[in-house]
């Protein structure tokens, strides 16, 4: 016990863990990554290692959903990660991070079934960038 690992190359290495005993932060770069670029176009700022990332697809995802059943009381929660080392800008940083902060950060506390992705798209333009 006490130790506590955190699952971010992809999903299945935290169901591995899991599976091994382990508490794990489900922090998948596929998902929860915010240097990951947010569309696959050439042109789009951002690492690719993890694929890309839109906010669309950061709100719907759900970690627990990856784990089964036995082994969800395992996952002791979710994180965004972000590496700055070639970030130019403010406006690059903004541009990377909203509204996928906003996105991890509103999915990690409402039930799927309480999800709705318009719902978001609609208040988050309200919201000030910093």
């Known amino acids: 016990g006490g130790t506590l690992l955190m699952a971010w ?3 299945a290495v935290g169901i591995e863990l899991a599976e091994e005993g382990y508490e794990v932060v489900m922090t998948p770069g ?7 670029a947010q569309a696959e176009a ?5 690492a690719s290692w993890a ?9 719907a995802y759900e970690a627990e959903g990856e784990l089964p059943e036995v082994l969800r009381q395992k996952m002791r929660g979710i994180q965004a990660c972000i590496w700055t080392e ?3 800008s403010r406006a690059y ?15 990690a506390w409402t039930p799927s079934a ?11 333009r309200m919201w000030p960038v910093l």
């Open 86 to 88: 070639n970030f130019l």
């Open 93 to 107: 940083f903004n541009r990377l991070v909203f509204p996928r902060l906003s996105a991890v950060a509103e999915a």
């Open 51 to 59: 694929g890309f990332s839109p906010p669309e697809y950061t709100y």
């Open 9 to 11: 190359e992809k999903p």
């Open 114 to 124: 309480r999800k709705d992705w318009d719902r978001f798209a609609a208040i988050v």
């Open 42 to 46: 050439w042109s789009e700022p951002g």
């Open 30 to 36: 596929q998902a929860y990554y915010l240097d990951m």
